[in-house]
């Protein structure tokens, strides 16, 4: 079997990933990192936020206001200590993103511009036009090609972590261009592998976003935590998906019922103003807002269309001006996907899978209870995002973290001795098993598209917006069958090179296990809070649950959910209020208080 | 409007062919169906090996590129209606002009290369603690390069260059466009460092101009421009240089 | 007489790549306007040359005597030398236009913060053509 060796090696080529990188190479230039992709890093899903990224730079703004909305954003499901950290370190790394060259959008007098975005008490969101991202994503990796140390796998396809001695010791990866099968061993192993949305038929994800390095985690005896979050968001467009970023209702964008009503103002999140107001109607969460839209939905005030119910937004007062210089993608979007001018029309939008607040279980410094494994951005649990992300905070999330990781795997990857041999035994026989269980395996009965297809309709049925014992239940059994028939999968494709159904497979078994975990979590956590409501325990409940789940995978393959208190420094929970109230009551350092758990 | 329409869609594996045919396809089509949706109907219900890229699904991560009826598009914003009166077919084959690795997929490793040759990233003599804050920038020397830093690598002006065609040496549109992004913004110091690799006949002396990269480039960046307005600096830079032997500032064009 | 090279393309061998490289044809400018339009106005440099070499050939007839002049005018006469001409006016005139409608591109002018509207650019060269058009005019016909 080939084998290549390095010091730290990522998983992963999105803003985390590289960022995580090149934070190595800064650290310690001697060390050899390597970045495993399965697409070119460029392509990674980074590059399609759209609306900005967090961190207070502006006078009136400080840290404890982004910490609070951050917080009670996640419905004090947050640990407490991380988001004082992220807080802290989210502005210098948006400034050292700027130093690399990021066309980060300015003021007239040449200072960064931030905008509001929903959730925000203040406005701290950092953006490049709508097309944050993109920005990002090509700055680190047009950066990342500076620094030698850094040798790239560009589709290159991680099958396995490697386990040994209690501590993980490399992957074994396909390289897509030539099929070839091999172990690439390091001393560090960092997941940067982003988030899941594809376990659900209807999400703004790309296609590559499987939940790889959640499983491969799961699977090598990592615990994943806060599975059950699963984040909607408000304003997609129809069939395909496609995100309108939360930008245009934060420049004033309305949600409008089928009656043009602005329905939002029926469900505690403030009167209807005619500019935005911070925190308030369609700058409410997302978690509400989606939830507001069910609701409609059920009283029948939506309106009904082949790919499902929508409700509108409604950008036409903007004007075309603002429209174009603050929404340009939005537009180009809308007219190129949707063929819709939203400067003369209403945008059709519904509540589309966005962000996985759950993942791979870390400490502040990505760390996983399995030595020598890391991890950072949407695939990583912190946690920063509690039960319900605010926009604009992962991608400095990714940043801080990545950074945090890359320097902490670099410190300890100096320390390791080399991987041992016995490491490539294991990596020979995930060959085997790719080979004879997928690759040149005759006679499967399953497609692919079928199963996938099959779980995608199961967990947004169980695992929705709002969810319930019996239908958790009934989705966990499910699941188990579809586990079963993937066994049963057939390949068209037995070529070695760049095998794509190979990839897809793999993946379709990723996305079933953490579909798993998913629903697993949803069923044991019996309240409600933020992205994760029970219709048959609708209340939150912190006298039991003012803790993240944190689920194991059994050696049988079957799962253990356990419970870990969440970590309280300054700010006790409380009610989350928006609207006019949010306005003025809390100020936050009034609840400084209590300390709990 | 038809609701079947006829893919014809290049396959090549390596393994078995020498080089690509056609396969034929037939695949409904939707009103809001582009011809990537086309191309997955075809791998998850009838031939799960058809070899294709994507991600995104929204015009942005650039991995779908390929010539649609001879023409340079990304797959996932080109709608199947637009070719519906074409006698109904469609033929779909790799990006031109770069060896393909299998069906639809292209090398791009050689592009790769190439982009980190001009270095696109931004360079600075000094070094400015991050405690001093942004570099300042207004909006308009930001919108100065704006334009050249929304290139997706998406490899479209490749395959619309004759001059890529002919010599697999030059360093292409999309790539002098980032180099150029990097020289026109007003943080950068290293444009003299990108004038060996630019301002030769690899370089934007390769470009005759054929203006074709432009033109199928779904972002909007303009390369056939910044490598013209190169020229022309590289043209004025050589004058001054004999006006004035000392003194004058290669390449550094920046409001 | 053409002579076909027949090369075997190496055999696929396990986890060798193995690219497709397609030929670039000596006709490719051929199938589609746009390129065919690229070849023309490159082609029209020689045109251009055809002006000058004339243009030479007048100068040197001139300073050869009036004898030599009139005979350089009887074969600029001839109906070869006024196809000749005329052709070469019309791919002049469509190197101008092409070109005046590249300039924009290759010369952005910015304007307070604002690059100026494409046709701005092109305008103005359009319009000294036109002017010096009329002023020759004027000369010759006068
Ligand atoms: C449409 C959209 C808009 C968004 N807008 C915003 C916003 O405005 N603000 C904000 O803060 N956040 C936003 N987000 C969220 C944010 O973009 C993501 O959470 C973040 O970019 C995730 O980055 P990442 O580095 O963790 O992962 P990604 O960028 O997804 O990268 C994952 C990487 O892992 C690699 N990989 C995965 N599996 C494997 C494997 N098996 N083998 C090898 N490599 C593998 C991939 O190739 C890729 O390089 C948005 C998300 C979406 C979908
Ligand atoms: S799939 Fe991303 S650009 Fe088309």
Request: hydrophobic share 40%; net charge neutral.
């Amino acid at each position: 079997m080939d084998v290549s060796s390095h010091d730290v090696l990522l998983v992963g080529g999105g803003g985390a990933g590289l960022r995580a990188a090149i934070a190595a190479a800064e650290v310690n230039p001697q060390l050899s990192i390597a970045v495993v992709s399965k697409v070119y890093p460029m392509r990674s899903h980074t590059v399609s936020a759209e609306g900005g990224a967090a961190g207070v730079i502006k006078e009136d703004d400080s840290l404890d206001e982004h910490a609070y909305d951050s917080i009670s954003g996640g419905d004090w499901l947050c640990d407490q200590d991380a988001v004082e950290t992220f807080v802290k370190e989210a502005p210098q790394e948006l400034l050292q993103l700027e130093r690399w060259g990021c066309p980060w959008s300015r003021e007239p007098n040449g200072h960064i511009a931030v905008r509001a975005f929903g959730g925000m008490k203040k406005r701290r969101t950092w953006f490049a036009a709508d097309k944050t991202g993109f920005h990002m994503l090509h700055t680190l990796f047009q950066t990342s090609l500076r620094f030698d140390p850094i040798t790239r796998y560009d589709e290159w396809f991680v099958t396995k972590l490697l386990v040994d001695e209690g501590r993980v010791q490399g992957v074994v990866a396909i390289e897509l261009m030539s099929g070839r099968i091999q172990a690439i061993t390091a001393k560090a192993v960092i997941l940067c592998t982003g988030g899941c949305g594809r376990i659900f038929p209807f999400t703004t994800n790309a296609n590559i976003k499987n939940g790889d390095g959640m499983a491969l985690a799961y699977r090598a005896g990592a615990p994943l935590k806060d599975m059950e979050f699963v984040q909607y968001h408000p304003t997609g467009l129809p069939f395909t998906g496609i995100l309108i970023t939360e930008a245009a209702r934060s420049e004033g964008g309305y949600m409008l019922n089928k009656d043009g009503y602005r329905y939002l103002q029926d469900y505690n999140l403030g009167k209807p103003q005619p500019k935005p107001v911070l925190r308030s109607m369609e700058l409410g969460p997302r978690d509400r807002l989606s939830q507001a839209f069910v609701s409609e939905d059920q009283k029948g005030r939506t309106i009904q269309t082949p790919y499902g119910s929508i409700v509108h937004l409604d950008l036409r007062h903007l004007g075309e001006k603002v429209i174009n210089t603050k929404l340009p993608f939005v537009r180009e979007l809308c007219m190129k996907y949707q063929n819709i001018d939203p400067v003369k029309e209403l945008i059709p939008v519904r509540p589309v899978v966005h962000y996985m607040m759950g993942g791979v279980s870390t400490d502040i410094d990505g760390a996983t209870p399995l030595a020598g494994l890391y991890a950072a951005g949407e695939v990583a649990c912190v946690s920063i995002n509690g039960a319900n992300r605010l926009g604009s905070n992962s991608l400095p999330e990714c940043l801080v973290f990545g950074a945090r990781a890359g320097k902490a795997a670099a410190l300890f990857a100096a320390q390791q001795k080399v991987p041992n041999g016995s490491v490539l035994a294991q990596a020979t026989d995930e060959r085997k098993r790719l080979e004879s269980q997928f690759l040149f395996k005759t006679g499967g009965r399953e497609r692919i598209s079928t199963i996938r297809e099959g779980m995608q309709t199961t967990v947004e049925k169980c695992a929705g917006i709002y969810r319930d014992g019996a239908s958790l239940a009934e989705g966990a059994d499910t699941l188990r069958q579809l586990q079963e028939r993937f066994a049963d999968i057939n390949l068209d494709d037995h070529n070695r090179t760049f095998n794509t159904e190979l990839e897809a497979a793999l993946e379709l078994g990723f996305m079933l296990d953490v579909a798993e975990s998913i629903v697993q979590c949803a069923l044991h956590r019996t309240e409600s809070r933020g992205a994760h409501q029970r219709t048959d325990f609708p209340a939150r409940d912190d006298k039991r649950f003012l803790a993240h789940s944190i689920v194991h995978r059994n050696p049988d393959g079957s799962s253990r959910v356990e419970l870990l208190p969440v970590k309280i420094t300054r700010w006790a929970p409380g009610e989350r209020v928006y609207g006019e109230l949010s306005q003025t009551n809390e100020p936050p350092q009034a609840v400084l208080t209590r300390k709990a758990g | 409007m038809a609701d079947k329409i006829i893919l014809e869609v290049a396959r090549y594996s390596p393994e078995q062919d020498t080089k690509p045919c056609f396969a034929t396809y037939e695949v409904p089509v939707h009103k809001e169906w582009v011809v990537l949706d086309a191309l997955n109907y075809i791998k998850d219900k009838v031939d799960g090996s058809l070899t294709y890229r994507w991600s995104c699904r929204m015009g942005i991560c650039g991995s779908c590129g390929m010539m649609v009826n001879g023409e340079p598009k990304l797959t996932c914003a080109t709608f199947l209606s637009s070719y519906a009166h074409n006698g109904n077919k469609i033929r779909v084959e790799p990006l031109r002009y770069f060896p393909v690795v299998r069906d639809l997929v292209t090398e791009l490793s050689d592009f790769l290369v190439k982009l980190k040759k001009v270095k696109p990233w931004l360079i600075r003599k000094d070094t400015v603690p991050l405690s001093q804050g942004e570099f300042l920038q207004t909006p308009e020397q930001l919108d100065y390069y704006k334009q050249f830093s929304m290139c997706i690598n998406c490899t479209l002006c490749y395959s619309a260059c004759p001059v890529v065609g002919l010599d697999p040496k030059f360093v292409g549109p999309a790539a002098i466009a980032l180099a150029q992004r990097y020289n026109l913004d007003s943080r950068d110091q290293g444009a003299v460092e990108r004038i060996a690799v630019l301002a030769h006949p690899e370089g934007i002396w390769g470009c005759t101009f054929v203006g074709e990269c432009t033109k199928v480039c779904p972002k909007h960046v303009d390369p056939a421009g910044a490598i013209q307005q190169y020229k022309l600096n590289a043209v004025l830079d050589w004058l001054t240089s004999f006006l004035m032997p000392r003194g004058h500032n290669s390449q550094d064009v920046k409001p | 007489m053409r002579q076909e090279i027949v090369k075997a393309a190496p055999a696929y061998t396990e986890f060798h790549p193995r690219w497709y490289r397609a030929p670039v044809s000596v006709y490719w400018w051929l199938g589609q306007w746009r390129y065919l339009k690229f070849i023309l106005r490159e082609l029209s440099s020689l045109f251009v040359a055809s002006f000058v070499v004339i243009t030479l050939l007048q100068v040197r007839a001139l300073r050869n005597g009036p004898e030599a002049y009139s005979r350089f005018q009887h074969w600029l006469q001839s109906p070869w030398m006024i196809a000749l001409n005329l052709v070469s006016f019309l791919f002049v005139v469509f190197h101008t236009i092409t070109w005046f409608n590249l300039a924009p591109r290759a010369m952005p002018i910015w304007v307070r913060g604002k690059r100026l509207p494409e046709f701005l650019v092109a305008a103005p060269n359009y319009a000294i053509w036109l002017v010096a058009s009329v002023v020759i005019a004027w000369f010759v016909l006068r």
